[in-house]
């Protein structure tokens, strides 16, 4: 059954807050359910379709997000919300959410969605460890994995779960393995092709196979990676041949046509190479590229190979 109701939801817990936010609307259809943002939408805008009568239903939810009038910022919105507050439509359920940890007490709207609606708080602190054990009920798992898995997942209650429901999707027995942890789970290295190429270009080799395959596991595609690491290769060759003519990272820049900072980045990391060798990685990754494209060569592995032999 749908209860008219005004809802504030405030915190730094967004994904809690979109929970709720769930919770609240399985008992709508999706047909009379509104959604607005305060940064782009009027108010008066969101008003009026409180007070508007769904053609397909006589309840309707209406979600609007960034109502930071709630917090310290000044709004003449709070106005219009106070209006409506005061003489709702019954058959509106109406939630506000703000992310911020806190909200503005003292405020007249504020007081006024308490004595008339809800204001829940999504602020507290999630216990990583009490989550796994909840969730793993129903497995064996050893403390020590527990604490394996929460230090290469993180304490992101969202991200946790979902890896969660990856271990249990794919077990077909109640124990858990240090095995199943590795092979499942995605590491929270926050993998991304700007941090490999780096780590390569420092010759990092085992932080750069470590992200490689965090990127494999993500489905990143090794041809976009060769591609740019072969660009970035290309430019430390020419910015340093350029610099030996005698042109300013200023005039670098403008001759290949590059912001200035990639120059720079690209002069300093260069210093590690000669250019010979820079050469010869440009040509390596042109011919794995073609290797790969006319399937003489394992795309996943060629890679991974460039990375380790580098």
């Known amino acids: 059954m749908v209860i008219c109701m005004i809802y504030l939801l405030y915190g730094t817990k967004e994904y809690l807050i979109q929970n709720e936010i769930k919770k609240i609307a399985k008992d709508f259809d999706n047909i009379n359910i509104s959604k607005f943002d305060l940064n782009n939408d009027l108010i008066g805008n969101i008003i ?8 397909f239903s006589e309840k309707k939810l209406v979600i609007c997000e960034n109502a930071n009038m709630f917090t310290g910022s000044t709004s ?26 806190k909200i503005d007490e ?9 004595k008339n609606g809800i204001v829940k708080a999504f602020n507290e602190n999630e216990n990583a460890y009490q989550i796994v054990k909840n969730e793993l009920k129903e497995y064996r798992i050893d403390n020590s994995l527990i604490n394996l898995l929460t230090d290469r997942v993180g304490d992101n209650r969202q991200i946790l779960k979902n890896e969660l429901e990856k271990l249990k999707l794919y077990k077909d027995n109640n124990t858990i393995t240090k095995e199943d942890i590795l092979n499942v789970t995605t590491k929270k290295i926050d993998p991304n092709t700007f941090t490999l190429l780096d780590c390569i270009v420092q010759n990092d080799k085992n932080k750069a196979i470590e992200i490689y395959y965090e990127l494999i596991k993500i489905n990143e595609e090794p041809i976009k990676i060769i591609t740019m690491l072969a660009n970035q290769f290309r430019i430390m060759y020419q910015s340093k041949e350029l610099l030996k003519k005698g042109l300013s990272e200023k005039d670098i820049a403008a001759t290949l046509k590059i912001h200035p900072y990639r120059v720079k980045l690209a002069i300093q990391n260069g210093r590690k190479y000669n250019s010979d060798l820079l050469l010869k990685y440009i040509s390596d990754l042109a011919d794995m590229d073609i290797n790969i494209k006319t399937g003489q060569t394992d795309k996943n592995l060629a890679l991974e190979l460039f990375i380790l032999k580098k």
């Open 106 to 114: 003292r405020k007249k709207i504020t007081k006024l969605i308490k």
């Open 48 to 55: 009026n379709d409180c007070m508007t009568i769904s053609l």
């Open 76 to 101: 003449k919105d709070s106005e219009i919300i106070e209006e409506y507050v005061n003489n709702p439509n019954p058959d509106t359920t109406l939630i506000f959410t703000v992310n911020a940890e």
